[in-house]
């Protein structure tokens, strides 16, 4: 059973920084394309980055990008989301998921497995 935990939510002003943090375990961590998605209270669920399993190409939502860089190390089985730039709009329960369908992918149903979600919140 995969299991993933994500961690280093909280509460920012607007143009504040976190990082967030995805540990994988239960398997082999580079066997999955990992995604970053999040949901605010009403709406649904979006995508907001993807890498592969061990290339590093990125994905990124238009509305993240240039903003949000997504990384990963294979031997902490460990995936990263570095936000720069937070706006009140990106408050939402973030989620990271695992998947071995395809090289990488912005697609939810894609996705296998998912962690529990961390919260960030963005004050204006």
């Known amino acids: 059973q995969v299991q993933l935990v994500e961690s280093g939510g909280g509460l920012v002003q607007a143009g504040g920084s976190l990082r967030l943090s995805c540990v994988v375990s239960?398997?082999?961590?580079?066997?999955?394309?990992m995604g970053w998605f999040r949901q605010a209270p009403g709406k649904e669920r979006e995508f907001v980055s993807a890498i592969t399993r061990s290339t590093y190409t990125t994905l990124y939502a238009d509305s993240v990008q240039g903003r949000f860089t997504v990384s990963r190390d294979n031997a902490k089985s460990t995936l990263y989301l570095q936000m720069n730039n937070l706006q009140p709009e990106d408050s939402a329960l973030y989620y990271c998921?695992?998947?071995?369908?395809?090289?990488?992918?912005?697609?939810?149903?894609?996705?296998?497995?998912w962690g529990q979600g961390t919260q960030v919140t963005v004050s204006s």
């Open positions: 998921a695992a998947q071995d369908l395809a090289p990488i992918s912005r697609w939810s149903r894609d996705y296998s497995y």
């Open positions: 239960g398997r082999t961590f580079s066997s999955y394309a």
